[in-house]
């Protein structure tokens, strides 16, 4: 019964994908293309069907095609990037993973998945020619000089704590060095806040400083941002220098690191170890001086083991190291950290916030605050945009704060499992929006038993 039903509704299924699916035969001819892969070409399934496949990609040969690549090789083909003109002659940039479907040995065909990066690539090559225009000196006129460096100074980091004014005197002496550091913590801890001042108080502190998430692009396109690219290297390709050539001289921070692909990596080890790197299509090397900073958001021991680090990249990048604790760690400077907040947004929204109300104070130094210091500061900046005494009161706070960490001494364990139980929906539904199904999969239970609960439970 589950067969005929998966073989009646196969199509129906492949449709609601969000990626692009496109089938072939030994030959070449397509026999299945979905909706989204549609989409993505711009090309009617129907024109497709039935059609070689270079007829519908003109701009592609035998060798070029991935589809007709795993074929003639036998083996798979992940994450490549390909860049072609489809049947209407526009440009499409695309993710694909290619597999060769077998049988007893025997290729029958295959079956691509492709992800439209069409519009990333654009704005990737949009980012890199504003970043060259901005860090080689182009229209300075437009835009202000300290732009192509850090803001923060050690001045910026807040706190009394023992741990953070330990942190702040290592990375005072780091910054008196040239070498290597990488910086670890949780999200909104403040490791770029450390990495921009130990940048602005060293020798290169009037030079390039360059962030780039490493998080924030598919590893085909992080890989030219940061190298270049030369004309001819991939189709579209222009002359735009990379990151590593803005920021010579200066400080190249990369944060995330962890998520940068290990092929990749092995290219920055590269650059660390010989000071040359290519850009993405070109032959000749190029010499760099670049200091390297870089940040995780999980712990050094932890990116090794799930092999998200290289061990010989971790080496080299790790000379000096810091961990940032988290606010939860360092519950001391929550009160600094609140005058210093209420004095910023004061001024920003002219306001005339004089401080807390001590429930609304019990209440943050009991928070567990997962976000960290940047999730106090939106808090606080949220709150006070739109309040109007002068006093922060319980009222004020968000709902989920509200109900957070009042549960009385004397309620019995049914109450206050129950309490427990209203706090980590409410927490579920704030990180997702109010999306139940989303909420209902952070939460490892059906949709139908949170909408239950959501209601039994008042929220």
């Not at 182009?138 to 850090?150: G, N, P, R, S």
């Not at 706190?159 to 008196?176: D, F």
């Not at 660390?272 to 900073?293: E, H, N, P, S």
């Amino acid at each position: 019964m589950q067969d005929i039903f998966l073989r009646e509704n196969i199509h129906t299924i492949l449709d609601c994908l969000e990626e692009g699916i496109h089938i072939i035969d030994s030959n070449g001819i397509t026999i299945y293309y979905n909706s989204f892969a549609q989409s993505i070409d711009g090309i009617d399934r129907d024109t497709v069907q039935g059609q070689h496949l270079l007829e519908i990609y003109p701009s592609l040969t035998e060798r070029s095609s991935t589809l007709l690549t795993v074929m003639r090789t036998g083996k798979p083909i992940h994450r490549k990037e390909q860049t072609f003109l489809n049947y209407k002659g526009e440009k499409i940039t695309s993710i694909n993973t290619s597999i060769p479907i077998k049988s007893n040995n025997k290729i029958l065909g295959a079956i691509e998945i492709s992800k439209d990066i069409t519009y990333v690539r654009k704005m990737s090559e949009e980012i890199l020619e504003l970043q060259s225009k901005l860090y080689s000196g182009e229209e300075k006129d437009d835009i202000q000089e300290e732009e192509d460096t850090a803001e923060f100074g050690f001045n910026h980091i807040i706190g009394r704590n023992s741990r953070i004014i330990e942190l702040k005197s290592l990375a005072l002496k780091a910054a008196k060095t040239d070498v290597s550091v990488m910086v670890s913590g949780d999200t909104g801890t403040g490791k770029e806040l450390f990495v921009q001042a130990i940048h602005n108080e060293g020798r290169r502190r009037d030079k390039p400083f360059i962030a780039q998430n490493c998080a924030a692009l598919p590893a085909n396109l992080l890989e030219g941002i940061l190298f270049g690219t030369v004309k001819g290297g991939f189709t579209g390709a222009e002359d735009r220098p990379g990151l590593f050539e803005l920021a010579d001289g200066g400080t190249l921070f990369l944060d995330e690191i962890n998520s940068m692909p290990l092929e990749l990596q092995s290219k920055i080890l590269r650059v660390l170890q010989d000071g040359k790197f290519r850009r993405v299509g070109a032959i000749d090397t190029k010499d760099v001086d670049v200091r390297i900073i870089s940040a995780i958001n999980t712990s050094p021991e932890e990116a090794l083991r799930e092999k998200q680090l290289r061990r010989d990249l971790f080496y080299r990048l790790n000379v000096v190291s810091f961990e940032l604790p988290p606010l939860r760690e360092r519950k001391d400077d929550i009160p600094i950290l609140i005058d210093y907040f209420i004095k910023k947004f004061n001024k920003k929204f002219r306001k005339n916030i004089k401080g807390l109300d001590p429930v609304v104070q019990s209440i943050f130094q009991e928070h567990k605050w997962d976000g960290n210091v940047r999730e106090l500061e939106h808090l606080l900046e949220g709150i006070i945009s739109i309040m109007e005494g002068d006093i922060i009161q319980v009222e004020d706070l968000p709902m989920k704060l509200q109900q957070y960490e009042h549960v009385e001494e004397n309620l019995s364990l049914k109450d206050k499992l129950e309490w427990k139980e209203k706090e980590l929906i409410i927490e579920a539904l704030s990180k997702t929006g109010e999306n139940v199904t989303r909420a209902a999969e952070i939460l490892k239970i059906p949709r139908q038993t949170l909408q239950y609960k959501i209601k039994r439970l008042n929220i």
